[in-house]
Every structure is written in structure tokens, then in C-alpha cells.
């Protein structure tokens, strides 16, 4: 049980590195952050026995800076993306950005339909499966400046018990580019995000008997059950260098339970992750 608050933290946190990651892939071409809505969807946690629907909107201040031509283009930019997965494969999507500072109307629309497949099995100790379910509705808003990124995520998962849960998290982003060589890129992501939610996912492996103790429990602790309420704080220190195709990052991550989880003997929690990525232009 203790090991699905930090699978819930790292969905979040693996999310989150992933956008980092493939931000960084178009920061070698251009620092357009509202491309954010092409980038979440390899994000996205694939399985084939549940729909996906994710809604999201931003708003950017943030400048077109060009590697090759020594000028920025100031692009203040509300975005919208509408996308759906369905569990058979197909999927859809509808992304729209308008440029409202342009000295004429000028706006972008792209609409995308496709088809994947993934297999996917988990075998072994379900504990380390994290939280079941079956379908998740997810909404989320971007806000970005210069430094700083605000988040809110809102989503619902659907399987053993029926949860609601969402996130509220800021971020500090310091880019360099050049740094060591001509065309590199270095990013330090600093973040705090606060999580929210129903709490019907921490008794679901738990018999009737069990989940009506621990219940009580709580309660006698003076902790509501079965409502929203604040669930955990996490940090996260992303680094990432990359040159050309090759990038490379160090990870590490603080997650830190309620009161009352901490109530049912659950600790704090970190790890660090190293990864090399490849991506060559095809």
C-alpha cells in the first residue's frame, strides 16, 4: 500500500519529465512553449482497456527565439487542445492557437486522427501496480511566463473505486542555450506540486472488514474519510543537456503524505532518475 502514493506522485512527476524532455527537443529548433499540447500526448500513460479524454487550455507570454538568426519574436498566445483516445486504438485530436498580438487576424488550427496500439501486461505483486482503473477523464491549464510555469490538473480514474483527484504546482524554468557548444540547450526545472483528492483508492486492496477499521481509525484520529481533501506536496529537480540529438537528464523527486496518511504509517519519499535520450532527425 505504502508504494501507491509515490506511483501516483511519480505518474505525475514521469509526466511531467516527459513533457520537460520533449519541450526540450523543440527548444532546439524554437522556444515556442505552446506546442505543449503535441508534447503531452507521448505523455500519456497507453493502455488498450480504457478511453482517454484530456481538455486543455493556456496562455503564453513567452518569445520565438531562433538558434540561427540573432532575433525573438514577441508571441503572447492562447492555445487550446481537444483530445480523444479511445481504447480500441483510434484516436483524435483538435488543437487551436491564436496569436492575437500579430499585426492581422492570425490563428492555427490542426486537426489530427490516428490509430496505435500498445501491449501492455503487468505480472507480479500488484502493490507496485498503483492506483486500478479502467477509464480516466483528465482536464488540465498551462499558464507560462519567461520563469516561472503555473499548472492545474483535474482528473478522474475509474476501476476498483472511483476517484477524483487534482493538482496545483509551479515551476521555476532556467534555460541556457550554447552553453558549452554551439547548438546545445541546458534546462533547470525546479517544482513544487501540491496534490489533491478523494481517498477510496487507499482501502480498495483492503476487505470489507479492513477498510471499515482503518476507517474508523482515521476517524477516531480526527481525519475525514471518503472526501476531498489534501493528500501530498512533492518537489522535483529536473536538469536536462542536450546537443544535437543526444540528451541527457538527472532527476530527483521529494514526496512528502498528509498528516493523514502519515496516520496509516505511510513516509516520506524520494528517488532520482538518469536518462539518455535519442532522437535523430528522420
Known sequence: MKLKILNHSLAIFFGQFIFLFFSVSLMSQTNDSISFENTLKDSIQESSDFNFLMVGISYTNNNIKYKTLDTEIKMPTYAGDFSYYHKSGFWASVNYANYYKAN????ETEIKIGYQHTFLDFIGDKTYEGISYNHT???SIILNSKYISFTADAYTMYGLSNNFFSDLGASLNLDIDDLFLENDFFLFNPGISASFGTDDWIFEDFTPVQRFGR?????????STDKFS????SFSVPIIYSYNSL?????????????????LNWKDQNGFMISVFYSPSL
Open 137 to 139: 477523464i483528465n482536464s
Open 230 to 233: 489534501y493528500q501530498s506536496l
Open 247 to 263: 540528451s541527457f537528464s538527472l532527476s530527483w523527486f521529494y514526496n512528502v503524505p498528509s498528516n493523514k496518511l502519515k496516520a
Open 104 to 107: 492581422i487576424t492570425t490563428y
Open 215 to 223: 476507517r474508523r481509525f482515521l476517524n477516531s484520529q480526527g481525519y
